[in-house]
């Protein structure tokens, strides 16, 4: 509630995987929810609980151009980017543009607003890092010219025009950087490690381990990283830059795979494939600074994640096996309803 009003919060990406979990959590919150998304890369699916709620409301819209006239907030979350390596270089100008000229349109609704704006970036903004954990403090090592530069640059761009506008007193901005996070809603056809071993390990079929799988990361369940994207925004006073949102717990891709074969009792075999150019080979996030600021660390463990993260999956693929075969020719199937309340 704003002044005994319903709050109203943009959520730039809104049918994501995070996105559509930050939209549940907000409408719990009581607010009312916009969602902005181009369904290029999210899901009806994701949302489709949400067609009867009378605080949710859909704009089908591509951040890259025009925002509706009409479109109002006292929040806004920028949310709205390809994420997996393989959806976000299949387009790499848009996914650049999604970054710059989405950014801009949404920072530039939060300053006509004066809504407070929270950009969702990024781990990748460190690249291959030399430095390790990561600090908020640490500038990266980012390659510029190569495959993840559209993403990798783009956000960092996102993260300089947020800030310039902070500066400039245009609007209160706060960035989130996210590390590896997993859980429910991620797109089985992503590509991203966790979605790519647990559906072949439930498929039965080979697991992909690129390079030698001694590369690092670390994995943060989705509900965690939701309460700290919650925490950030409602946090009063100026941050002092940008605040990581991971799990600290770091692990080897071949180590992860051994525990989700373990959970899924799968007898599938590992292959390995090239590691992908510019592949980073550490990534652990330092997250005093959200310890500090927010009282933020996460709680679930990676085996009660992935469990959740199995079960998920299960469900869908046995969804998808038991729903009728399509019709040949089938109209777009739109019953969410869409405008701005
Ligand atoms: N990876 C893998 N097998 C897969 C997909 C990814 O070994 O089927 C590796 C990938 O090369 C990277 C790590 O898992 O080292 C995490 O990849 P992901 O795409 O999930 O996220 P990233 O952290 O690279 O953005």
């Known amino acids: 509630m704003k002044n005994g009003k319903t709050r109203q919060v943009v959520v730039a990406g809104g049918a994501g995987f995070l996105g559509s979990h930050l939209c549940d959590a907000l409408l719990a919150e009581g607010a009312h929810v916009v969602c902005v998304d181009s369904f290029r890369t999210g899901r009806r699916e994701n949302l489709r609980h949400l067609s009867r709620e009378p605080r949710f409301d859909l704009v089908e819209a591509d951040v890259i151009g025009p925002l509706p006239t009409r479109l109002r907030a006292d929040a806004v979350f920028n949310l709205a980017c390809a994420a997996s390596p393989p959806h976000y270089q299949a387009d790499p100008e848009h996914t650049m543009l999604t970054s710059v000229m989405g950014t801009r349109n949404l920072l530039r609704l939060a300053e006509a607003c004066g809504a407070r704006f929270l950009q969702a970036s990024t781990s990748e903004v460190y690249g ?62 992503d590509g991203r490690v966790v979605s790519n071993v647990v559906t072949q390990a439930l498929a039965g079929d080979d697991i992909t381990v690129y390079g030698q799988g001694c590369q690092t990361r670390s994995f943060c369940y ?9 925490r950030l925004m409602a946090h009063e006073g100026n941050p002092p830059g940008p605040v990581n949102l991971g799990n600290p717990n770091e692990l080897t891709v ?21 590691l992908p150019e510019d592949d980073p080979r550490r990534r652990r996030p330092d997250i ?54």
């Open 288 to 341: 005093s600074r959200a310890g500090t600021l927010l009282g933020w660390a996460p709680r679930t463990p990676l085996e009660a994640g992935l469990r959740a993260t199995i079960a998920w999956f299960a469900e869908e693929a046995q969804r998808a096996a038991s729903a009728p075969a399509p019709p040949r020719r089938t109209a777009a199937p739109r019953p969410m309803r869409v405008g701005l309340g």
């Open 222 to 230: 989705v509900s965690d990283m939701i309460d700290g994207l919650l």
């Open 128 to 189: 291959d890092p030399e430095s390790h954990p990561q600090c908020e403090t640490y500038w990266g090592n980012v390659n510029p010219t190569g495959p993840r530069a559209c993403y990798d640059e783009g956000k960092r761009a996102a993260e300089a025009l947020a800030f310039d506008f902070a500066r400039a007193g245009r609007a209160e901005v706060r960035v989130a950087r996210i590390f590896n996070t997993y859980g429910p809603r991620m797109r089985a056809d």
């Open 254 to 274: 071949g180590d992860l795979v051994q525990r989700v074969i373990v959970l899924t009792k799968s007898r599938s075999n590992v292959v390995n494939r090239p």
